[in-house]
């Protein structure tokens, strides 16, 4: 079963749920959602991974926001605390931008970082 929380894991700019819809509408078939997560990997030691999924795998967090739908893996959810997801289109590329308060390096090249942990006890809870 998905978990539901009193604060919200991750945020989403205009164009990144823009553009999770639309990869959502475009993907043939019954996709619910892009899940969010993080892995070992890459120079800095960790990469954000997203893959489109049918449904909500028990223990993750659901974010349903401006009309696109993100799970967040459980594992991932102490690194991913107060990260915005962005989507970038520029001259030369496009791609999603995370901006994580936990990061605390990342590689030349963009694809991995190095994230801490957050410290859930220093989060406020929305009124």
Do not use: H, W
Request: charged letters at 25%; a negative charge; hydrophobic letters at 40%.
């Amino acid at each position: 079963m998905a978990t539901a929380r009193k604060f919200q894991v991750m945020t989403l700019t205009d164009p990144a749920a823009e553009r999770v819809r639309e990869l959502l509408e475009g993907s043939g078939k019954d996709a619910g959602g892009l899940r969010v997560g993080i892995k070992k990997g890459g120079c800095a030691g960790m990469e954000y991974t997203m893959e489109m999924v049918d449904a909500a795998r028990p223990g993750d967090d659901v974010i349903e926001e401006k009309g696109a739908r993100l799970f967040v893996d459980p594992s991932a959810v102490l690194f991913l605390l107060g990260t915005e997801m962005d989507y970038e289109v520029t001259k030369f590329r496009s791609g999603f931008l995370f901006r994580n308060p936990n990061e605390v390096s990342a590689c030349g090249c963009g694809e991995s970082v190095s994230l801490q942990a957050a410290d859930p006890s220093k989060l406020s809870t929305p009124a």
